[in-house]
């Protein structure tokens, strides 16, 4: 098995035949919903987890796979820098209890409700991680990832929907990697802020 870092969140892994054969692979008729492939997957991620820092088990990842001539196939591997579970700290078990986290995705047809929107959070002093996303129709997307209760978030963010849509993050998820470009992977909201 041999790899290729391709970003700090993507990934090409490359599988002889062999190596397909020994994680119960195979490559012409795997579907992520069969539970053998989903399992041959968490080997495969687990083994690479081990030769490099690459670590995609707190996040959602998106697989691509494409079978090769000689009989084993390529893997690319995407995280998608929305997370699974809340991130752990150093605090004990009662103050993460207490402290929730929660995802809001909004999406917007223009780079000026954008921007906007992000002058709104750093007035307001956001205290969150941000990304910015670009997808095929044109649209930006803002990923944001903050404390708070996540069944307030419509409430405490209700100025956001004077510019754009709120969009469930599981979709988002799944369509920005592979229709989106991320254009800002931290910091989004004090980056567009200054535009």
Known sequence: MDFIRIGTNKLKIMLTREDAAHYALCPDTADHTDTKTRRAFRAILTDIKAKTDFDAAEDKVYIQIF?????????????????????????????????????????????????????????????????????????????????????????????????GYMENRDNAALMLPEHGKMLAAENAVEIFSKL
């Open 67 to 163: 079978p090769s001539r000689e009989g084993g196939c390529e893997l690319f591997v995407t995280k998608m820098g929305i997370a699974l579970s809340p991130r752990s700290g150093t605090a004990g078990k009662a103050e993460r209890a207490q402290k929730k986290r929660r995802e809001v995705i909004f999406y917007f047809t223009a780079l000026e409700e954008l921007v906007a929107v992000c002058r709104r959070l750093a007035g307001s002093k956001f205290k969150g991680e941000s990304r910015v996303w670009l997808d095929d129709l044109g649209r930006y997307w803002l990923h944001l990832l903050e404390e708070g209760d996540p069944l307030m978030a419509r409430h405490d963010h209700a100025c956001l929907f004077e510019y």
